[in-house]
């Protein structure tokens, strides 16, 4: 009387594999999920787009209001004007750039790990 105990069959309930293929596809696709994933990530870009151009706006009215208020004033004998521009406006434009290419690429790649579903 040696009976066996019935087999069972054990399945992993969360398939990695499965979901990640499934949202690229979705994506590439372009379903309403892949619709959506996209959309989301362009308008993050247009977000962090339109919050960096207001901060150089903002700095450029600054710079010429400062060189409006005192426009023959002299700094280590150089105009302020000229002063401004230099030591302000250019390398401000630089690191925005800077800035904004950095953390695009960042939202890119945080959006490819969602699509690939890494932890």
């Known amino acids: 009387?040696?009976?066996?105990?019935?087999?069972?069959?054990?399945?992993?309930a969360h398939r990695r594999g499965a979901r990640m293929v499934r949202t690229r596809v979705e994506v590439q696709?372009?379903?309403?999920?892949?619709?959506?994933l996209v959309r989301g990530l362009v308008r993050a870009q247009l977000g962090l787009a339109l919050r960096l151009s207001a901060?150089?706006?903002?700095a450029v009215a600054a710079i010429l209001?400062?060189?409006?208020?005192?426009?023959?004033?002299?700094v280590f004998g150089m105009r302020l004007n000229w002063?401004?521009?230099?030591?302000l406006a250019?390398?401000?434009?630089y690191g925005?750039?800077?800035?904004?290419?950095?953390?695009?690429?960042?939202g890119e790649k945080d959006f490819v790990r969602v699509v690939d579903s890494e932890p």
Not at 1 to 12: A, G, T
Not at 29 to 36: I, L, P
């Open 1 to 12: 009387m040696n009976e066996r105990p019935e087999r069972q069959r054990v399945v992993l």
């Open 29 to 36: 696709e372009q379903t309403q999920v892949g619709d959506a």
């Open 55 to 58: 901060v150089v706006v903002f």
């Open 65 to 74: 209001l400062l060189t409006g208020l005192a426009p023959a004033l002299t």
């Open 90 to 93: 250019y390398p401000l434009l």
């Open 96 to 106: 925005v750039g800077r800035l904004y290419v950095r953390l695009a690429e960042q």
């Open 83 to 87: 002063l401004l521009l230099a030591v």
